[in-house]
């Protein structure tokens, strides 16, 4: 039998098509992809995978994340755990829905931080997704953000809040990124 010669440039196209093709969804699906972006904090990542899940947990599961409804939030976990148990992802269901009832059962004054002390940091407000998470992907290395889709627009602005003004102005003169001020929404 002779052996089979391959260049070095089939052979890397064949790994990379292995590693970051289509093969994922059809194997193993997007699991650890999800859970990649959720450890990371970079949730709104999964607007990305949206499009390309196949499995009903992982669908259900991305949408309770990107869900700005508690409640609902909520019920879809609830709906992975109980129609579309999926070992990859059972335990990210369970954890947000313990920490959803855990603030439930606080007292009401305990559930929510007051806005009117609360601020936040935004960095930029865009028509284009693309273009907010390419700067939601650079502020990241340095401060946890998140987009919020605002009347049409993508802003990026943190995903804590801080407890004074000065607080947050004292972290973003600490950024390399101009950013404003909110009083948090």
């Known amino acids: 039998m002779t052996p089979l010669k391959i260049s070095a440039a089939a052979l890397l196209a064949l790994l990379t098509f292995a590693v970051a093709g289509a093969a994922p969804a059809e194997q193993a699906g997007y699991g650890a992809w999800i859970l990649q972006y959720v450890e990371q904090d970079k949730v709104y990542l999964l607007e990305n995978l949206r499009t390309r899940v196949t499995k009903n947990s992982e669908?259900?599961?991305?949408?309770?994340?990107?869900?700005?409804?508690?409640?609902r939030a909520a019920r879809l976990f609830e709906r992975q755990l109980k129609a579309y148990p999926d070992p990859a992802l059972d335990s990210l269901s369970k954890a947000r829905l313990s920490a959803y009832n855990a603030i439930l059962s606080a007292p009401p004054d305990a559930r929510r931080p007051s806005t009117e002390f609360a601020f936040i940091l935004q960095f930029g407000s865009f028509g284009s997704l693309k273009n907010a998470r390419e700067l939601a992907d650079r502020v990241a290395a340095h401060?946890?953000?998140?987009i919020v889709k605002r009347n049409g627009m993508h802003k990026v602005r943190s995903r804590g809040t801080f407890g004074s003004r000065e607080e947050a102005a004292g972290r973003a003169e600490k950024l390399p990124f101009n950013s404003f001020i909110l009083q948090g929404d």
Request: charge should be negative; glycine fraction near 6%; proline fraction near 12%.
């Open 143 to 146: 401060l946890p953000v998140t």
């Open 59 to 71: 669908k259900t599961v991305i949408d309770a994340l990107l869900a700005e409804d508690g409640p």
